[in-house]
């Protein structure tokens, strides 16, 4: 290395890409290291997921990096969620009604390389693949990373940003100095494993089912969705129980899953026509929530993204919530902000938010493959749509979450809740509600948001 | 080794010792391993506090070993909280209104020693000191431990039970294997520390403060305890936070320690005299609670006790817990079960209970540095006493967790909140609560028993 680096980071995944771009056009000599190999050159799996939900968080930060345009040209607009039902009926659920309030649907790996590309274009020497966070030694403030083939790269004195994901090796460095620092620690396993299947194009190369939406088929305890790719593929996602009646555990035969999926996703059987072979040949995916705190040491080591605050995937928000972090630590810098008093804050300011898309997370988990069939959620969503239609104003929880990077998750959240609660207590009554009505109910929600202004 | 032991048991502190003496007396052979040193033969720490408060959910488990009578020798029963206001004035909090209904003050020294002699009288070779958990291999059912001198001892396919205790190296090796287990984590420190002063005797050799009370000095956000010992001396504990305006950060002077004391344990600081040299020279504690799950890896691994089940210790509850996890396992071992099924009814047995011991030791904490000096929860306290002298077949949420080991922590846990809500609504109101009124108190609270009957 001919010149030391302001900041080492580990791990070049979404947000540690982000950011060591970021750091760079503040001007600062980032090194990054990554476990796998560099994805350009080598076909191998970009993560857990292989395409995600962008939305106005996200964005917000892409364009601070001034990719914003680009990234949007590769991603596939999701206008709503399309309910597919057990007879194969579609109920179509629009996130918003507001022009151009939507989510896109874009793949990880292209991302991931948009970010990298841009990033070695300012540093070519940035990113050292196949290398991972080894050990920390906090007394000497010193970091050891190995490459695979055993090569090491030590580093004194250099605070390190360990992006190293869900699975942090930076996280079980603090978790090792627990009583010195007090860490607070939490993993929380759902009892659902995924598996990803394919929706190929059709024949002649268009989408086999509607393009711009998100496709739910919620079945109570379980559920499938599907996101569209730009090469007219979807995927899809299966979440199922590990245990019981419907779970992966009896679904151990072909015939086990063809007769599943028969009975409960038969309008979907048509579009998957590998799905035995997937079934069996893709990994069961795990989903679980982190929590812990503090986020750093000293003026040593920050985690930040996923080694953080790893959430589980049903507000699509683990990696625009990863994004903001980026975008929250540039601002922090803007004011000024360095070592520890940086740490500090940024910690400070982003744990409430990460704790709160966390829970919101697992609500939805709940509202996806339970709720969104019922009718009088149904109702709710409906009223809600009408509600932002006839004052844009009004924002409901989702799109809070959603389109609104300036309200904060944990204000969006707190706010977001009560209105939720207000509007299921007005659809349950099963009274039709005319239009006069909205104006009544607007000053009601509108209540709330004073209540709880930030 | 001659013979092949039936289980090994990682820690040979107080629930790893009486679970060895209770196999023994069952027949199996076992072999304890035990980092610290032999406390019988070195002056050394015998682990995190120096005494205990041992009551009737401990004591059943000592008596299925048979050592009831000789524990309870050398015990000092406390009947109640004497509480120490600023001023030094006393009020007297009985634990009952039952006669025999009182918990009792025991060195944890002093059990441990007495279980493994009894222990080491069945099976003379069955602990190896200064020889530590290092690691397990669950693909080929082996645990391998290391001596302080750096021998190694391995065993496999023996079933290892992991009572080493709130850091437990079985618990991290669990961790490991997180995603295959789904092991769910969480460790949550309290931001309070300890610190253990002493009360030595009078120059007449008798005790300087009431000696059959645990002493409290209740201070809203912080406290000082005190448990008497058979040697006439007290230990007090002071719990204090670590940060804010009074704290361990302001304390760093004799002078701060002294004036501190002054202001706020006036009534103590006599009985203190070498305050300030013990305040330097012991460790700041910490207190957390851990709780996880599963406590068990297929027939190879169990978890007990603080391995298990951390919690802190404002209930007076770890260690009776930590007990009543052997008299469960010997429960279900009368009901012939063994391996994983043995494993798996345990954990689940025991882990609903132990989460619910470790909200109340959450809770207590609260009451105990904060409400037992509020006029309504002495009012409330006082009521209880009246209406289990009323009607001995009423117990308080106390009592239930102390003196009733039948039921189990989760159902005095939801039958005492809900006892205490009622309690507190009606001495809130202020108004003279004269005898007349308990019958039909007594009535609204046995109709919550009703309805919570296990």
């Known amino acids: 290395m001919q010149q030391k680096p302001d900041y080492i980071i580990a791990g070049a995944g979404l947000v540690g890409s982000l950011l060591g771009l970021r750091l760079a056009q503040r001007g600062f000599r980032v090194k990054l290291y990554e476990s796998r190999s560099d994805m350009r050159k080598a076909d191998i799996s970009a993560g857990r997921s ?26 596939v607009p999701m206008q709503g969620r399309m309910v597919h039902d057990v007879g194969g009926n579609l109920q179509f659920q629009p996130y918003s009604e507001r022009p151009g309030e939507h989510i896109n649907s874009i793949s990880r790996r292209t991302l991931n390389v948009i970010l990298m590309d841009a990033l070695e274009k300012m540093q070519p020497d940035a990113i050292t693949f196949n290398t991972e966070l080894s050990s920390l030694d906090f007394q000497n403030f010193e970091s050891v990373f190995q490459s695979r083939n055993g090569e090491r790269f030590m580093h004194q004195n250099i605070p390190l940003l360990a992006t190293d994901g869900a699975n942090s090796v930076a996280r079980k460095e603090l978790m090792r100095i627990s009583p010195l620092i007090r860490f607070n620690y939490a993993q929380n396993f759902q009892n659902y494993g995924y598996k990803e299947l394919t929706i190929p194009p059709a024949e002649d190369g268009s989408f086999r089912i509607h393009d711009h939406s998100l496709h739910i088929w919620p079945r109570g305890h379980f559920m499938m969705i599907a996101l569209p790719n730009p090469d007219a593929t979807f995927t899809a996602t299966l979440f199922l129980p590990y245990e019981g009646k419907e779970s992966f555990a009896v679904l151990q035969t072909e015939e086990s899953v063809t007769d599943f999926y028969s009975k409960y996703f038969a309008d979907s059987m048509p579009h998957i026509p590998a799905l035995t072979k997937e079934f069996f040949e893709h990994p069961t995916g795990h989903l679980y929530t982190v929590k812990c705190h503090p986020w750093y040491y000293q003026d040593q080591l920050q985690l930040l993204g996923d080694a953080a605050h790893a959430i589980i995937p049903f507000y699509g928000q683990g990696m625009n919530c990863g994004f903001e972090d980026v975008f929250v630590l540039d601002q922090l810098m803007d004011q000024k902000l360095s070592g520890e008093e940086l740490f500090q804050k940024f910690t400070d300011s982003r744990k409430i938010n990460s704790d709160a898309i966390a829970d919101l997370a697992e609500d939805n988990f709940i509202e996806m493959r339970d709720k969104v069939g019922d009718p009088v959620f149904q109702r709710k969503r409906a009223l809600e749509n009408r509600l932002e239609k006839f004052d844009p104003s009004y924002f409901s929880k989702y799109a809070l979450v959603t389109f609104r990077p300036d309200v904060s998750y944990h204000h969006a959240m707190t706010l977001g809740r009560m209105q939720d609660e207000l509007l299921m207590q007005i659809c349950s009554s099963g009274e039709e509600i005319n239009d006069a009505s909205l104006p009544e109910i607007l000053l009601k929600l509108k209540k709330l948001t004073l209540e709880n202004s930030e």
Do not use: P
């Open 50 to 75: 292989i395409n995600l939900a962008l939305s106005d968080r996200g964005i917000r930060s892409l364009e601070l990096v001034g990719l914003k345009q680009e990234m949007l040209q590769h991603a």
